[in-house]
């Protein structure tokens, strides 16, 4: 008997304001293409991370008033990026739905836990662990990217500090825990929809 064909879990998104205009590819079940281009360097370093760790194909450009700061070309990739996630998972049949992800970078750690439950929630924790501005941007503008993946992506998303001295390396830490726990949370382990209440977004 042959094995059910498991279709291909793909977004391609457009999203344009007065602020950003953002071109995004995301293919969930990836062979490691990334290519990401916001105009802010540590953005992309961090989600090139979480895309890698989630083992997701990412190709996004987004061209941003960065004349006056990063803050609307971090926070729109975070709601392109949630959406696309979103619409690539389609109905969520099968999926774990829940992931976590604990990856020290050096002397920091953070842990990062989600759920694809479609219940839009960010827990943000120890950030006062971070400096008060990170390559030239206050340290906020991170809380607003990641609140901008979990509304758009409606996902409950948790990210705790744990201990650490460096931004960078917290930063970072965050980054690939979340791309291990999205690449948990997607994995297919039969059509079940993973929820007592018998639909996600109840």
Sequence with gaps: MNAPTLT???ADL??????TDISLSLTIDGTGEIDIRTGFG?????????AFWAEMDLRLACAGDLEVDAHHSAEDTGLAFGAALREALGDRK???RVGHGRVPMDEALADVVVDLSG??????????????????????????????????ARCNLHVSFMYGKNGHHLLESAAKGLGLALGQAVRRRGTTIRSTKGGLDA
């Design 119 to 152: 219940r839009p929630w960010l827990e943000w924790r120890g950030d006062d662990l971070l400096p008060p501005v990170l390559a030239g941007e206050e340290k906020d503008l991170w809380r607003e990217f990641y609140k901008a993946v979990a509304s758009a």
């Design 42 to 50: 540590l953005l992309d370093h961090m989600l090139t991370l979480t």
């Design 8 to 10: 291909t879990r793909h």
């Design 14 to 19: 457009a999203r344009r304001t007065g602020e």
């Design 94 to 96: 099968g999926i774990a």
